[in-house]
């Protein structure tokens, strides 16, 4: 095992014992305010994983992927406030919605690259955002729909749900982990193999024989289909959908996320997302204008790491390891072709 591989293995054993201590660590140290926060982090990191995955291994900067989430949203509050649906039902129809809608829209526009396809993703989410604002008597507009929580099992009459509190996180934590795990799956896989060599080259990579179109609409509705798990699971953890988290201005955040954290890289969004969600809440409790903070933090990032605050991390451990193997006499051990 090389010393990048073994760095990268205690940091993530760190990370999955961190994030299971949670609810006690945490807790304990601050206040259950912060429980909920960071099962909230684990909610956005999974939807800035879906602009992740689209621009990060495809190449597609999407600005809609707010029409995911809502739709995951939407199918959870409507399945359980209109058709009574029990809880796995309700999440079911929520990504099944977002995976239809994702499908729909990525037959057109996958079709287009660069800003077109910015463009066309971005009036796509504002199309059926003012639909959503538009039609009250379904979807509640601005006011959204709020419902009751139901049980997600039920035990020997033992009911477990959203309602206890650690319940709620280690749900959210398994199903964002689980997620993560499927994703990283499929970038190691020959598909994923494949979309980064559209991601490169789609010329080059429609020459050897793959089928570009399909395999960005494949990726389109996988993207859709992690926008629309954590829409769903937004909807339970806050017990309500709003057209609000349609606007495109939501997408936004999550490209800002990917991109900061280190969009091609499979903790960037986690990364993106715990770092500005965290200023936002300790700055917002002392200034109303956290938004400047933040946004200037978002700009020294572009600047200073253009690949992103994992990328970044990733070409320092590169550089401490190159220096580990060069000769105790410093210089830079080299190997002609």
Known sequence: MTTAAAIERFLLATLAAFLIAVPWLVAELFSDFWVSVIAEILIWSLFAASVNLLFGYVGLLSFGQALY????????????????????????????????????TGVFAV???????????????????????????????DDGISFALPPAFNLGGVELGFTDPKFQYYFILAIVALC????????????????????????????????????????????????????????FFGRYASASYMFYQVSGEAVVWAIVGGAGTMLGPLVGTTLFIVVREVVSTHWEHHSLIVGAMAILAVMF???????????WIARLVERGKAPSGGAELRTEP
């Open 69 to 104: 989430f809502g739709f995951g949203m939407y199918g959870v509050a409507i399945g359980i406030a209109d058709f009574h649906l029990s809880f796995w039902p309700a999440f079911g129809l929520g990504i099944v919605a977002a995976v239809a809608m994702a499908l729909v």
């Open 111 to 141: 079709r287009l690259t660069w800003h077109y396809f910015a463009i066309i993703t971005a009036v796509f989410s504002l199309i059926f955002y003012f639909l959503a604002l538009t039609n009250k008597w379904l979807t509640g507009g």
């Open 180 to 235: 993560f795990w499927l994703m990283y799956r499929l970038i190691k896989s020959p598909l994923g193999r494949a979309f980064l060599a559209v991601r490169d080259n789609d010329l080059r990579a429609s020459l050897i024989g793959l089928n570009v179109y399909l395999l960005r609409l494949i990726a389109f509705v996988l993207a859709g289909f992690l926008a629309g798990v954590a829409g769903a699971l937004f909807a």
């Open 305 to 315: 790491a253009p690949r992103g605050i994992v990328g970044l991390w990733n070409d």
